[in-house]
């Protein structure tokens, strides 16, 4: 597979999408409480995480901008 390389613009592009996609959709009534005892939700910078590695297991960004990007959500 020939690499490609990932522009400024690609990247925010991609990240436009991710931001997007986890963007709230209105709902008209309020989200029910979670029960009692129920595990806590994950963060969400690991849903972002997954994504990165999911394009860079696909060869859409090279491991150099998924680790960038992951300091950069780790606030490292």
């Keep these: 597979m020939e690499e490609q390389e990932i522009t400024d613009q690609d990247m925010t592009t991609i990240e436009a999408g991710m931001v997007k ?8 009534a309020p989200p029910a409480a979670p029960p009692p005892g129920a595990v806590p939700a994950e963060p969400s910078y690991i ?3 997954e994504k990165l590695a999911g394009l860079r297991d696909k060869g859409i960004i090279t491991e150099e901008e998924f680790q960038a990007k992951k300091k950069q959500l ?3």
């Design 74 to 76: 780790l606030g490292l």
């Design 21 to 28: 996609e986890q963007a709230p959709q209105p709902s008209r």
């Design 47 to 49: 849903g972002e995480l």
